[in-house]
């Protein structure tokens, strides 16, 4: 969890009025179709507010990171090998596959691994690129 995000759940309650004032700026954005703009600033509104949700059923950074930690290490996910010095397309287990790890490689030596965005989730490239940097 980013630091930024850890105040959510260190600051609830500003978190939350932080967010109800970001409703009238982001219907500013949408009005002046700044669309870029309105889109982060709702993700990070969105983000935001699924923490708060958590800090209900897990009122503690540590209670969040016990219960996250199984994901984040990889447990039971599958593993994507990919070849960074070689062309070709993400191949991913068919159908379903649920947490995937991507293991990344540069002439057959593996550089990075990495839990990739959860199933069913929007693949942010340039955070997931972060991640792996």
């Given at each position: 969890m980013s630091p930024r995000r850890a105040l959510t759940y260190r600051h609830p309650r500003a978190s939350e009025r932080l967010a109800q004032v970001a409703i009238p700026a982001l219907r500013s954005l949408e009005a002046l179709n700044l669309r870029r703009a309105w889109w982060r600033l709702s993700t990070m509104v969105l983000a935001h507010a699924y923490l708060l949700g958590m800090t209900e059923a897990m009122p503690s950074l540590d209670d969040f990171?016990?219960?996250?930690?199984?994901?984040?290490?990889?447990?039971?996910?599958?593993?994507?090998?990919?070849?960074?010095?070689?062309?070709?397309?993400?191949?991913?287990?068919?159908?379903?596959?649920?947490?995937?790890?991507?293991?990344?490689?540069?002439?057959?030596?593996?550089?990075?691994?990495?839990?990739?965005?959860?199933?069913?989730?929007?693949w942010d490239w340039p955070a997931l690129t972060a991640r792996v940097v």
């Open positions: 990171r016990t219960f996250m930690a199984p994901v984040l290490e990889g447990a039971g996910a599958q593993t994507v090998d990919i070849e960074l010095d070689s062309a070709g397309s993400l191949d991913l287990p068919p159908g379903e596959p649920g947490w995937l790890t991507l293991s990344l490689s540069v002439a057959g030596t593996q550089v990075a691994s990495v839990v990739a965005p959860e199933p069913g989730a929007q």
